[in-house]
């Protein structure tokens, strides 16, 4: 995917995306003045987070003509499509929550797009009020702490002063299934965020306000979070099956070892990875399901 879209104008302005609905887009601009935007011609790409220069059109809407270069572009895509989540974060915090089942294989999924475009992942188990259901969660979701991935326990109807230290001075992305607590999260944080979003609607023209496009909050000057709409998947086709193994993080210092250069760490004689497995060097269960990823046909094509 394209990185940037380079057209120059004479006389622009330069803002962000803080609302992106469709190819309609909210760009809060350095006065502080929410504008609505379209793209120039007929094609995308464009996503929340992107700082973007635009030409005004008509009182309060504008056009624009250029996506800044980007530090991180977080997207899901399959063999037909790709869907933009997010521009320039620094942190992808995936919400989980024992009540309902979460997807351990979602969060696999997940990481592995964080990795790939080195940006921070933090898992915080919501809804810890459900004391006996989030003591199992924490069980299984130990491994990703092990890891070094942050595990945080929050329940965000009480409180979530535990997570501001993680957020602070970051870009973060909200990711999860729905039903995790994704958007109490959010109106717990920030107080004033469904009249924003209802704002944000009426702005775009987009009628009722529902959680179905992705969104930019401040929290403080240098923090700020995007809440992105639920998903059941997240296809990685985008991510060659060579480089996924790189993605997990605990397969690395094994790359390059086993017997044969082509090995697809499917269990083949020599696999460096199932060695390793086998040995308790790393968890069979992370690569089950990297296996599953990267050799099943179509596994990493769900989107």
């Known amino acids: 995917m394209s990185s940037t879209r380079r057209v120059s104008t004479s006389s622009s302005?330069?803002?962000?995306?803080?609302?992106?609905?469709?190819?309609?887009?909210?760009?809060?601009t350095a006065s502080h003045t929410p504008l609505s935007c379209v793209m120039r011609g007929k094609k995308g790409g464009a996503a929340c987070g992107d700082q973007v220069e635009i030409k005004l059109t008509t009182a309060g809407q504008g056009v624009i003509e250029t996506i800044l270069p980007r530090s991180a572009l977080l997207y899901r895509?399959?063999?037909?499509?790709?869907?933009?989540?997010?521009?320039?974060?620094?942190?992808?915090?995936?919400?989980?929550a024992a009540v309902p089942s979460f997807s351990e294989e979602l969060i696999n999924r997940c990481l592995a797009a964080a990795e790939n475009q080195r940006i921070r992942g933090l898992?915080?188990?919501?809804?810890?009020?459900?004391?006996?259901?989030?003591?199992?969660?924490?069980?299984?979701?130990?491994?990703?702490?092990e890891l070094g991935y942050p595990l945080l326990q929050i329940s965000a109807k009480t409180s979530v002063a535990p997570l501001l230290p993680y957020l602070k001075g970051q870009l973060s992305v909200l990711v999860g299934q729905s039903g995790m607590?994704?958007?109490?999260?959010?109106?717990?944080?920030?107080?004033?965020?469904?009249?924003?979003?209802?704002?944000?609607?009426?702005?775009?023209?987009?009628?009722?306000?529902?959680?179905?496009?992705?969104?930019?909050?401040?929290?403080?000057?240098?923090?700020?979070i995007i809440d992105s709409p639920g998903m059941q998947e997240f296809g990685l086709h985008h991510i060659d099956g060579k480089d996924l193994a790189w993605e997990f993080i605990e397969f690395r210092s094994y790359l390059g070892q086993c017997k044969f250069n082509n090995c697809r760490h499917a269990d083949e004689?020599?696999?460096?990875?199932?060695?390793?497995?086998?040995?308790?060097?790393?968890?069979?269960?992370?690569?089950?399901?990297?296996r599953k990823l990267a050799i099943l046909p179509g596994a990493m094509s769900r989107a």
């Open 123 to 145: 898992i915080v188990l919501n809804k810890a009020d459900l004391i006996e259901p989030t003591r199992t969660a924490a069980a299984s979701l130990s491994l990703y702490r």
């Open 181 to 224: 607590g994704k958007s109490t999260l959010i109106n717990t944080l920030i107080p004033d965020a469904e009249r924003a979003t209802a704002g944000i609607s009426i702005a775009l023209d987009s009628g009722r306000h529902t959680t179905t496009h992705a969104r930019l909050f401040h929290l403080d000057e240098d923090t700020r």
């Open 77 to 96: 895509s399959d063999v037909y499509r790709e869907k933009i989540i997010a521009a320039n974060v620094t942190q992808m915090v995936i919400v989980v």
């Open 269 to 290: 004689p020599g696999c460096a990875l199932g060695e390793a497995a086998r040995e308790g060097k790393i968890s069979g269960r992370r690569l089950d399901f990297y």
């Open 13 to 28: 302005i330069s803002g962000q995306i803080v609302a992106a609905f469709g190819r309609h887009f909210l760009v809060k």
